[in-house]
Every structure is written in C-alpha cells, then in structure tokens.
C-alpha cells in the first residue's frame, strides 16, 4: 500500500500532457463496451488479475458506482484509429481517494503516456484540495512501483497472501508463500 502526493510540483508532474496522437477522454464519455476490453487487457499485466474477463453488466455495475468520479477517471486514446489504449482511474472513496489502475497497453509504454493521465487525475485531485492518494501495488510489479515512487510515493503498509494450491503436493509446512504486497486489483474494483 503506498500514499502518492498529488501536488505537481511534488510528483515533478507539473502539467504533463499526452504523448503526440494520443488524446484523454472522461470514462462518461466513451463506449463502455470498449472500455470494458481494454480493463480487460490492462489486467492481463497486472500480478494477480491475469486471466480476468469481466462479463458486461458486472463491469458497469462496478464502474459506475457510487466511488466513480468522471473527472477522475480518464481514458487514453490514440487519435489516428479511436483505439483506447490506456486509463487512470481514482475512485472517490469517503476517507481518501484511491488510485484503481493506471494501465497502458504494451504497444503505447514508455512515452510517458502514464506520467500524463497521472498528471491528469493528480491535478483534479490536487486542485480539490486532496494532498494525497492511496494504492496497492503487487511487489512483483516493478514497473508500476518504479512509476509511483518515481512521484515521491510512500510505503504504508503491505499484505502478505499465502496461496495453498487444491491439486498440489505441499511439504510438511503447509501453504506455500505466493507473494508479497497485494494486488492494485485482486478485488474486482482496481
Ligand atoms: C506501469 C505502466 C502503467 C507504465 O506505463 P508507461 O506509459 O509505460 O509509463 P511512462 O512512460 O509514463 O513511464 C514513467 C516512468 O515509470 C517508470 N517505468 C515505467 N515502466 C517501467 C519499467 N518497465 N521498468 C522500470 N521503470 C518503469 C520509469 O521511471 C518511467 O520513467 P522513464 O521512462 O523516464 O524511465 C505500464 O507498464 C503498465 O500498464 N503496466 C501494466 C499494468 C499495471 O501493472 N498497472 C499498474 C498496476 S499497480
């Protein structure tokens, strides 16, 4: 679990915008169908979503929820053929705002696509007022936690998960250690 500032002159995020040819949408303003198979695809890469398919009117329930703020959730497109490509998504949770996803597609990383739809949402939240943001990254997500901290983000807590696989031998311990940190999105709302 990490706590992420969300002013710019804090993150270094200053007023980034997108990467040229790419184009932000508000997640009210674009086909749900289509965001429901990009969600899809960003959590193939995501330790502990991986092989997740959402079914349609679960994906809209959990989407437009009482947490779903417009402003706050922005999808990335690429300009030249409409495709999304990338999302960030902060829910608007009573306590504290929570970053859900940040995710782009393989094609679009390392542009500094990420950086922009961070700027974004950060820049939203840090013009309401809100000095911070909560999210869980999975240590195995290098990528991800490299981007975070890259923003002055800090560890606050952690989640240890042991998995005991059904069809497995185990040893005399019992469980086996699957991983350290915790999922951004190992519950269905990431
Ligand atoms: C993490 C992710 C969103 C980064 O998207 P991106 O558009 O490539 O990120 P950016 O180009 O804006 O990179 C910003 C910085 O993040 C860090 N970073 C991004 N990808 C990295 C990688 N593979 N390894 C190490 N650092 C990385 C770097 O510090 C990078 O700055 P640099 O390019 O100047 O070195 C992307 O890899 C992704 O979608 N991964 C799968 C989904 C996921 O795991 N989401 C997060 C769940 S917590």
Known sequence: MYRIPTHPDVTGLGSAQPPPGLVFLSADKVAVDRLRLLDDALRQDVPGTDGWT????????????????????VVAADAATGDYVGLARVW?????PRLGLIGVLAPYR??????????????VLHERGSL???AEVDDAN???????RSLGAHRIGGVIEYVRRANRRIGPAGGSLARAGGSLARSSRG
């Open 142 to 148: 290098s990528a991800s936690s490299a981007l975070l």
């Open 110 to 123: 390392r542009r500094g696509l990420a950086r922009a739809l961070l700027a974004h949402v950060f820049g």
């Open 54 to 73: 959402w079914d349609d009117d679960d994906f809209r329930a959990e989407t437009f929820c009482a947490a779903f703020d417009p402003a706050t959730y």
């Open 132 to 134: 911070d943001v909560t």
């Open 92 to 96: 608007k949770n009573p306590h504290q």
